[in-house]
């Protein structure tokens, strides 16, 4: 199976920037769709943004669109999601998954990262 690890997480103040990143190894992903859940605290988990297999196709959350950019390079085998003007609403876990998408209500993924916090500060 596909592992996947997250990084770039960490504190940023409301209207910065930051950029989350996920390596994959085991396998290629560059056939699979990719994206990024996340976790308030207290708040269910919520897909944020997807992209398609090639790159050519993505779908960002109507919460963050405009702000957050999904990215993937399968050369090396990374997805990323550029954060601008992050809020304090943005604080969450946030976990890179392969297959992302919505069964019913749940968020379901075929690989899902451990996760990495990013906290906004107002």
């Known amino acids: 199976q596909v592992h996947l690890v997250e990084s770039g997480g960490g504190l940023v103040q409301a209207g910065g920037s930051l950029r989350v990143s996920c390596v994959a190894s085991?396998?290629?992903?560059?056939?699979?769709?990719m994206g990024w859940f996340r976790q308030a605290p207290g708040k269910a988990r919520e897909l944020v943004a997807v992209?398609?297999?090639?790159?050519?196709?993505?779908y960002t959350a109507q919460s963050v669109k405009g702000r957050f950019t999904i990215y993937r390079d399968n050369a090396k085998n990374t997805m990323s999601l550029q954060m601008n003007s992050p809020g304090p609403g943005d604080t969450a876990v946030y976990c890179c998954?392969?297959?992302?998408?919505?069964?019913?209500?749940?968020?379901?993924?075929?690989?899902w990262g451990q996760g990495t916090q990013v906290a906004v500060s107002s």
């Open positions: 992209i398609s297999g090639g790159g050519a196709t993505t």
């Open positions: 998954a392969g297959e992302p998408r919505i069964v019913g209500d749940r968020p379901r993924a075929d690989y």
């Open positions: 085991g396998r290629t992903i560059s056939r699979s769709s």
